[in-house]
């Protein structure tokens, strides 16, 4: 659908709030208003890290980007460098990360969907930490149990607004002396 032809609905009236609502529902936070009461915002990821037993049971919401995800008996987990969120809680596309952090969900969750690379937001509660190894070293993670987790859809670029000039109306004769475009 063109924006031309979503304005144009604007003259009948019955069409406004569908198009309000569209365009206010992009904007909602990614995790429900009712964990998101319950969530603590005081702690930074990098004070859980150093000593994750010290806040267990408190609620928090991390975002990152996924390193790797499997299936165990306990349920899935998922290891995530975490970085910065917006006010969304959406993590943002920059090089700044307090660390690593596994994320445990109590269920099946296809690792083929939750595969490296894949932005995601987890809301959960603090379990303590778990030692695995990460290359030559012991790496001391974070273990939160998944509350709530969404996965942040992947962005398209487009370096020109593809509802105004469609790759294809780039013909020979577009331009003058030739009256006709390409439609």
């Not at 406004?16 to 995790?31: D, T």
């Not at 319950?38 to 994750?52: G, M």
């Not at 709530?148 to 398209?156: G, Q």
Request: hydrophobic letters at 35%; one cysteine or more; aromatic letters at 14%.
């Amino acid at each position: 659908m063109s924006i031309y032809h979503m304005l144009s609905t604007l003259k009948n009236v019955k069409c406004i709030p569908c198009i309000a609502a569209l365009f206010v529902s992009g904007c909602a936070p990614v995790i429900s208003k009712e964990l998101r009461t319950q969530i603590t915002t005081d702690i930074a990821f990098r004070q859980v890290r150093e000593n994750p037993d010290a806040y267990k049971g408190r609620l928090l919401l991390w975002g990152g980007v996924i390193v790797g995800a499997k299936n165990v008996e306990e349920g899935t987990l998922i290891e995530i460098l975490q970085k910065p969120t917006d006010r969304r809680g959406r993590p943002k596309d920059v090089d700044e990360s307090g660390g690593r952090f596994i994320a445990l969900y109590d269920g099946y969750l296809d690792v083929a969907l939750y595969a490296q690379g894949r932005r995601v937001t987890v809301a959960g509660e603090i379990k303590g930490k778990r030692v695995q190894p990460l290359g030559d070293i012991e790496y001391q993670y974070p273990l939160i149990a998944i509350r709530e987790i969404h996965l942040v859809k992947e962005e398209k670029y487009y370096p020109y607004p593809y509802w105004w000039y469609p790759p294809y109306c780039y013909s020979p004769w577009w331009y003058y002396p030739y009256p006709y475009t390409c439609w």
